[in-house]
C-alpha cells in the first residue's frame, strides 16, 4: 500500500514540473517544424532548402497517381504530426496545445518506468528510478518541448514492458508489436528497441523464438508501419530515391536536398568527443556522478564474479538486460549524433541503473545500522534534482553558473521574446481578417488561404487593409509559429524587408497605398540595424516595444498608415 501512495506523489511531482505554465518558453527549436505542418497536416513549412513532394507535384489529385503523398512526411512518419493537428484543433494555435502530448506521455513514461524497474529487479528500484526521472531535468526538459524524442521514450518503455511480460505471458508480444508499430510511427529511432530485445532474447531467452505469438507481434508491428513504407514505395518509384531519413541512411544525396539540415554531425571521432560534453550540458552534475559510480560498480562486480571472486554473485539477466539497453542507445546516439534531444534517450536507462545502485548501497548501509542516514541522502539528492530541474525549465530564466546550477538545455526554450511578439499579434488580428492578400506560389497555399478567407467572412472578421513586413534577424524557428503561421492558415500579408523592396522597385513607391492598404506594422528585433530604406516607414509611425520576459525589449513593432 505505502507503494502506491509513494508511485502516486512521484507521479503528482512529474505531473506539476511537466505541466505548470507548459506554454512558457519560446518555441524556437524543430517543434516548430511539426506542430507547423501538424496544424493543417501539410508537408510544407517555408524550408528553401528542403522542398518536399507536395511542392514539386503541387497537387493533392490521386489520380495524377502519386497516391501515396498523404500517407507520410517527406522527413519523419506521420504520428507526431497528427497527434500535434489533433491537439491543436483541441486546444487552439498556442504553445501549450502542440506541447501537452510531449508532457503526457513524459509523465506516462514516468509510471512505465516504474513497473520497468519492478519487473526486472524489485518495486524498491522502480520507485527510485521513476523518482528519478520525474525530478531530472533531461527528462522534464524533453517533457516540456513538442519534441518527437517525447514520443520515442514512451514508446521505448511501453514496448520493453510488453515484451518482458510477454516473457511469462506470450500474449503480451501482440501489444509488444502495435506498440512498437506505433513507435515507428511516431520515428525512426524508435527502431533501436528491436536490437535491445533480440540480443537479450539471444543471450537469455532463446525459448521466445519459438512463439508463434512473437513473431505474430512482429508482424503487427510492420503492418501498423505499412502507410510509411507504401508512402517510400511511391517516393521511389517517382524519384529514384526514399525519404529524407532513409536515403540518408543508405547513401542516397538527391538534388532537392542538396541541403541536409541535421546531418552534419561530424566524424565519428567528432560524435565521440561531444557525447560526455554534452551528456553535462544536459543533466544536472549529480545525476551524471551517480551514473558514473553506477556504471563503474556494474563493471567491478562483472569483473569480480566472472574471475569467480564473487562467484556467488554474479551480474543477474535483468542487469544485463539494463546493460544492453545504454549499449545499443549509446550506439544508435553515436550514428546520428550526440544532439540534446537525442540524449534523452539514455535518461530513463540510466535512471533505472541509478536505482539499482541507490538500492545496493542502501542495502549495505541498513546492515551497518545506516539505513536512516542513506534514505536521507537519497531524500537530498531528489530535492537537488528538483531544484535543479525548477531552476533551468520553469524558472523564466535560470540563476547560478553553468553547469553547477543552471544548463544549456534552457536554450531549447528560451524566453528571448517571441511568445511576447506572438501575443502582440494576436490580439492585433483578433476579430480581423486581411482585407487584402497577397499570390502565393502553390495551388495547395491558393486553397489554403481561400478557406482561411472564407471561414474570416462566415466568422464575422473585420476586414482590416494591413500589412507586416519583418527585417533582421529572426530565429527561423520562431518566426515560423510566430509569424509565417498567421500568412500561411490566415491568409495575413506578411511579407520579408527583401520582398517588400522588390515590390517597390517592379511596381512603384506607391504600390501599397495604390492597391487599397491603409496600415503597416513593421517588426525588428532590437539586435539588427534599421536598413535606411526602410526608415520611411518609421518616420509618423507608433513604436511598440515588444519585452521579453526580463522586461528586456526584444523587438520593435513600427504601427503606420500609408
Known amino acids: ?143 516540456r518541448v513538442g519534441l518527437q524524442e517525447s514520443y520515442v521514450i514512451f514508446f521505448l518503455l511501453l514496448t520493453s514492458y510488453f515484451f518482458l511480460r510477454g516473457l511469462k505471458d506470450r500474449r503480451a508480444f501482440i501489444w509488444a508489436g502495435i506498440a512498437f508499430g506505433l513507435g515507428l510511427l511516431a520515428k525512426y529511432t524508435v527502431a533501436v528497441i528491436a536490437p535491445i530485445l533480440l540480443t537479450y532474447a539471444l543471450l537469455f531467452r532463446r525459448d521466445v523464438f519459438r512463439s508463434k505469438l512473437f513473431w505474430l507481434g512482429g508482424l503487427l508491428a510492420l503492418v501498423i508501419f505499412s502507410p510509411v513504407t507504401l508512402y517510400n514505395i511511391g517516393l521511389y518509384q517517382a524519384t529514384g530515391h526514399f525519404d529524407f531519413q532513409i536515403a540518408f541512411m543508405v547513401g542516397q544525396h538527391p538534388d532537392v536536398w542538396q541541403l541536409e539540415p541535421g546531418k552534419d554531425i561530424g566524424t565519428i571521432g567528432d560524435r565521440i568527443a561531444n557525447f560526455v560534453p554534452r551528456l553535462i550540458a544536459t543533466n544536472s552534475w549529480l545525476f551524471l556522478a551517480l551514473f558514473g559510480a553506477a556504471v563503474v560498480a556494474f563493471f567491478a562486480k562483472a569483473t569480480l564474479s566472472y574471475s569467480n571472486v564473487l562467484k ?3 551480474i543477474t539477466a535483468s542487469e544485463w538486460f539494463l546493460a544492453i539497453a545504454i549499449f545499443w542507445t549509446a550506439l544508435l546516439i553515436l550514428k546520428i549524433g550526440p544532439s540534446y534531444r537525442f540524449l534523452t534517450m539514455l535518461t530513463p536507462w540510466m535512471a533505472v541503473a541509478v536505482a539499482v545502485f541507490a538500492c545496493g548501497i542502501y542495502e549495505r548501509a541498513r546492515v551497518k545500522g545506516w539505513g536512516t542516514v542513506a534514505i536521507a541522502v537519497f531524500g537530498l539528492v531528489f530535492l537537488f534534482e ?43 488580428f483578433a476579430g480581423k481578417a486581411p482585407a487584402i492578400t497577397f499570390d502565393v506560389r502553390y495551388k495547395f497555399l491558393e486553397a489554403l488561404r481561400d478557406a482561411a478567407l472564407a471561414k474570416a467572412n462566415a466568422d464575422g472578421a473585420m476586414l482590416y487593409p494591413a500589412f507586416v513586413v519583418t527585417e533582421g534577424n529572426f530565429d527561423n524557428g520562431a518566426k515560423l509559429w510566430t509569424l509565417d503561421r498567421w500568412n500561411i492558415y490566415h491568409a495575413w500579408p506578411i511579407i520579408s524587408g527583401d520582398t517588400y523592396r522588390q515590390y517597390l522597385n517592379d511596381q512603384g513607391a506607391d504600390y501599397f497605398a495604390r492597391v487599397g492598404f491603409k496600415n503597416y506594422y513593421l517588426i525588428m528585433p532590437t539586435n539588427s540595424v534599421l536598413p535606411a530604406d526602410l526608415r520611411p516607414l518609421t518616420g509618423n509611425a507608433e513604436v511598440v516595444n515588444i519585452k521579453n520576459k526580463r522586461g528586456d525589449v526584444a523587438f520593435k513593432v513600427y504601427v503606420g498608415a500609408l
Open 1 to 143: 500500500m505505502k507503494q502506491r501512495y509513494w508511485l502516486i506523489l512521484i507521479l503528482v511531482v512529474a505531473a506539476f514540473l511537466r505541466l505548470y505554465n507548459l506554454g512558457s518558453g519560446d518555441p524556437v527549436n524543430d517543434e516548430v517544424f511539426s506542430a507547423f505542418r501538424g496544424l493543417g497536416m501539410m508537408d510544407f513549412d517555408e524550408a528553401e532548402h528542403q522542398t518536399t513532394p507536395l511542392e514539386w507535384y503541387d497537387s493533392h489529385d490521386p489520380v495524377s497517381g502519386r497516391w501515396w503523398m498523404n500517407l507520410s512526411f517527406h522527413d519523419h512518419p506521420p504520428l507526431v504530426f497528427l497527434t500535434d493537428h489533433v491537439f491543436l484543433k483541441m486546444f487552439g494555435e498556442h504553445n501549450f496545445a502542440f506541447r501537452l502530448p510531449s508532457a503526457l506521455l513524459g509523465i506516462a513514461s514516468i509510471y512505465l518506468l516504474y513497473v520497468i524497474g519492478y519487473t526486472l529487479f524489485a518495486a524498491p528500484v522502480g520507485l527510485l528510478a521513476a523518482a528519478l526521472m520525474a525530478v531530472t531535468l533531461n527528462h522534464v526538459y524533453i517533457s
Open 312 to 314: 556467488n554473485n554474479r
Open 386 to 428: 528538483t531544484v535543479y530541474a525548477v531552476n533551468n525549465e520553469l524558472a523564466d530564466y535560470p540563476v547560478g553558473s553553468t553547469p553547477l546550477f543552471a544548463s544549456k538545455v534552457r536554450y531549447e526554450n528560451y524566453n528571448w521574446g517571441y511568445n511576447e511578439l506572438g501575443d502582440y499579434f494576436a490580439n492585433e
